[in-house]
């Protein structure tokens, strides 16, 4: 469970849910789902990305890698966007999330996604679509290396830093990653309606927002019927709808 002490104690006052997030974001997008799967009422902070709003000393205060999202329950910050949908779902049990059976098997599929965000996801992402519309500044670079002490973060975003850009071996390597992913999933969901069976859980809400996010870059699902059948069964769902839809009702247009 990723718990933070925020070096802004003005947000340990809060009461009730909070949220801090992105419409763009795709680990925004499963705790915005997931809320809403469980009913739970939350008062919403949004930061647009594109305009560098979360690259600030309120929001570091707040968030020390300045991702989001961000969820704060009275006073408790929580990060990491998986770790949240798991706390959540731990915390306010009715109604589960949960893989009746076979828990282990469900957190897997949550560590998996999170394992390939920054080496596999975030790269992909920026490299076909963002690294234009999400370039810093000088100001804005300077900013951020002044504020980012999470290394992995660094080397990333200094990918695309300046005039530098993530070419196609950075594509390629991301490539590999997400292809070795998806034939799991597929191969997982070979017969079943949701990743862990009949049951909707929180394996299903960490990989939907990765592959809402990937079909907007143009990724080729072609050779995975089964994950193709699975994602559209998604267009049925509240959470979907409000969660993602709502907020980037089409992300090939961001």
Known sequence: ?????????????????????????????????????????????????????????????????????????????????????????????EPSLRAAGDEDGMLEWLRLAASIH????????????????????AAEQEKYDELQKNEEL??????????SAFGEQDIARAHEILEACFAKLENALEGRKWIMGDRFTLADISWVPVHFVLVGCGYPFENYPNVSRWAAAFRDRESYRDGILKWCPDFSKV
């Open 1 to 93: 469970m990723a718990v933070i002490v925020p070096t802004d104690k003005s947000v340990e006052t809060f009461e009730g849910i909070h949220l801090y997030h992105g419409d763009i974001s795709n680990c925004s997008m499963r705790v915005r789902m997931t809320l809403i799967e469980k009913g739970l009422p939350w008062t919403g902070h949004h930061l647009d990305l594109k305009l560098k709003e979360n690259i600030s000393d309120a929001y570091f205060g707040i968030n020390p890698n300045g991702l989001v999202p961000t969820l704060i329950d009275n006073g408790v910050v929580h990060i990491e966007s998986n770790d949240i949908i798991d706390y959540l779902d731990e915390t306010y049990p």
């Open 118 to 137: 920054v080496p596999a996801v975030k790269p992909y992402v920026y490299a076909t679509k963002m690294q234009k519309k999400l370039k810093k500044t």
């Open 154 to 163: 660094k080397k990333f975003h200094a990918k695309h830093a300046g005039g």
